[in-house]
């Protein structure tokens, strides 16, 4: 895994999904839990694996239900 710091000091992990084929950049949270988190268009590209729905509680302590879905990270 490579990493990089931004400007503005958000860090970032280059990560390749298998079911994606490539490495991809991603923002990794300061309490990364690790999970990624993913939009919906690479979702359905990579045709992931649905596993379950979640509840999931944000910083703010809101609490959203998530779509938990399959990957391999290499």
Do not use: C
Not at 13 to 36: P, W, Y
Not at 60 to 71: G, K, M, N, P
Request: glycine share 8%; aromatic share 10%.
């Amino acid at each position: 895994m490579k990493g990089r710091l931004a400007s503005d000091h958000t860090p970032y992990a280059t990560i390749e999904v298998l079911e994606g084929g490539v490495g991809r950049e991603f923002v990794i949270d300061t309490g990364f839990s690790g999970s990624l988190y993913l939009p919906e268009d690479k979702i359905a590209d990579w045709n992931l694996l649905f596993i379950t729905s979640a509840p999931m509680v944000l910083a703010d302590q809101s609490v959203l239900i998530a779509d938990v879905f399959e990957a391999t990270l290499v």
